[in-house]
């Protein structure tokens, strides 16, 4: 054989070879991922799914125990709206009288829940929680001018100015109250004291539930 066949016939076979060693490699890629494709695919285990399911069962159980909370506790469900505004009248000066006697606002702004009485002048507690309760009084004369707020008969707060001589003054004060059930709160006129209102709405009393308990 010469040269030139023996030089031909080597790079023939290395030819071969090269062309051979690039189709194993590719077979053996085709192969890698097709076992990718094949695992990604696969099923999860029964054990894994049984464990999502606990999971998403267990979830679900803290949301209701969640909500159930709430709904006992009453911090975030079934909160009722209690709010109420008044003002005295028109009717001008009120008082003085011989004994402490209760303001009956009559020209209701707000009332919800209809838990303020403008016939007694008496706010009664739907339920137990904090409250927010407001008063002011007015007075033009020589009258002193004095009211305090009352819950359950007791005393709370008072907001009082004591002259001689003729004078406009004006006196209030505010308070948050722990109540329960059924706790009427009101305020009553001091004895020897007057106040005066008419269409500017002089002397108010407000309140409202803040949070309930």
Not at 25 to 37: F, G, N, T, V
Request: aromatic share 10%; glycine share 6%; charged share 20%.
């Amino acid at each position: 054989m010469h040269d030139s066949d023996i030089s031909a016939y080597t790079y023939e076979r290395t030819l071969m070879m090269e062309q051979r060693s690039q189709m194993l490699r590719q077979m053996r890629l085709s192969k890698s991922d097709r076992e990718k494709e094949d695992i990604t695919s696969m099923p999860l285990p029964t054990s894994i799914a049984s464990d999502e399911d606990d999971i998403r069962s267990r979830t679900q159980g803290l949301l209701i125990r969640a909500a159930t909370d709430l709904d006992r506790s009453g911090c975030c469900t079934d909160s009722p709206k209690v709010a109420f505004s008044a003002a005295l009248n028109n009717a001008g000066k009120v008082g003085p009288y011989g004994v402490d006697t209760t303001l009956v606002y009559t020209k209701v702004f707000t009332n919800i829940g209809n838990h303020y009485n403008q016939y007694t002048g008496i706010f009664t507690a739907p339920r137990r929680g904090v409250y927010f309760f407001t008063f002011s009084n007015y007075s033009a004369g020589s009258n002193s001018l004095g009211s305090s707020l009352y819950k359950n008969g007791v005393m709370i707060a008072s907001a009082a100015i004591w002259q001689n001589s003729y004078t406009e003054n004006q006196s209030s004060n505010a308070v948050a109250l722990l109540l329960e059930v059924g706790d009427p709160v009101y305020n009553r006129l001091s004895s020897g004291s007057q106040v005066h209102d008419n269409t500017n709405n002089h002397c108010t009393f407000s309140g409202f539930l803040l949070f309930p308990m």
